[in-house]
């Protein structure tokens, strides 16, 4: 799957491009939208993006998880060796892959409430834009309609911005890049 950016200047062609994807059958959940004015979206039948398509969220979960279980395993070993001659007979087995559970857990946690104040780079890049009563949509397509999506609407709505995440933007987003 891959995602494109529909930057819409106005609501009416919001909810048109929106009719225009579900004839071109792509899912009502693959059309997410996002803008100030998104109560009339959702009377016109239209898909609000939530927390999970507007922030790093997700992403902030993988890292969480990607980090807290080799912590919960450095901490499991820790507290065996302090518990062990304090308290005998602890199963190092079980220690280790609870802290391991505790460590990924723990990490998913605090990182997703880290995750849920940034925004999707492409949220971040229109934010201006939607604050000025435009609306963003965000398409998942599969890979190999990319190009067709992205005729027929720019075709019958040559004023829409459409845009997809390059990998620069992908990296400096991520806090890899320059």
């Not at 891959?2 to 071109?24: G, M, Q």
């Not at 059958?25 to 016109?44: A, F, I, M, S, Y």
């Not at 450095?74 to 190092?92: C, E, R, W």
Request: no cysteine; net charge negative; aromatic share 6%.
């Amino acid at each position: 799957m891959s995602r494109l950016y529909f930057l819409t200047p106005d609501l009416d062609t919001t909810v048109n491009i929106a009719h225009e994807l579900n004839d071109l059958k792509l899912k009502k959940d693959e059309v997410h939208v996002t803008g100030r004015d998104w109560k009339h979206l959702e009377e016109q039948g239209v898909h609000n993006a939530t927390l999970r398509e507007t922030s790093d969220v997700v992403n902030a979960a993988v890292r969480g998880l990607k980090y807290g279980i080799p912590l919960g395993l450095v901490l499991g070993i820790v507290a065996y060796v302090i518990l062990d001659n304090a308290i005998g007979g602890i199963s190092f087995v079980l220690l280790i892959l609870g802290m391991m559970v505790f460590g990924g857990l723990f990490g998913i946690w605090s990182s997703t409430m880290i995750g849920v104040s940034v925004h999707d780079v492409k949220v971040d890049k229109y934010e201006d834009d939607i604050e000025n009563g435009a609306f963003l949509m965000m398409v998942d397509v599969p890979a190999n309609r990319e190009d067709e999506i992205y005729s027929a609407i720019h075709r019958h709505h040559p004023e829409v911005v459409i845009d997809k995440v390059t990998r620069d933007e992908l990296k400096h987003h991520l806090g890899t890049g320059r």
